[in-house]
């Protein structure tokens, strides 16, 4: 049973910086690409940022571009996700997703290509 743990979620003022961090366990992580995505109560999840299972590629929602930064570590098992220059905006729960496709050579924004959630962590960006 493949699972994904997120955490280092809180509560942040704006122009500060937060780091998630994503465990995965059960599958082999280093095969498959890695997403972070947010949701907002009553909004739809929207795509944040996706790195390639070889963490050469990248690939960021245009309004995290430039603040936030994709990364893993396959020894560790575990993809970040760097913010900075927060905004009250990203205020969300913020989800870590696996790609279903293994070694797969596109990253993809929509949620329905990801087959493994994490449980969400909450980022409370104050103004």
């Known amino acids: 049973q493949v699972q994904l743990v997120e955490s280092g979620g809180g509560l942040v003022q704006a122009w500060g910086s937060l780091r998630l961090s994503c465990t995965a366990s059960?599958?082999?992580?280093?095969?498959?690409?890695m997403g972070w995505f947010r949701q907002t109560p009553g909004k739809e999840r929207e795509f944040v940022a996706a790195?390639?299972?070889?963490?050469?590629?990248?690939y960021y929602a245009d309004s995290v571009k430039g603040r936030f930064t994709i990364s893993r570590d396959n020894a560790k098992n575990t993809v970040y996700l760097q913010m900075n220059s927060l905004k009250p905006e990203d205020t969300a729960v913020y989800y870590c997703?696996?790609?279903?496709?293994?070694?797969?050579?596109?990253?993809?924004?929509?949620?329905?290509?990801?087959?493994?959630w994490g449980q969400g962590t909450q980022v409370t960006v104050s103004s």
């Open positions: 997703a696996q790609d279903h496709v293994m070694y797969g050579n596109r990253l993809s924004s929509v949620s329905t290509e990801y087959d493994v």
């Open positions: 059960g599958r082999t992580f280093s095969s498959f690409a």
């Open positions: 790195i390639k299972w070889s963490g050469d590629t990248t």
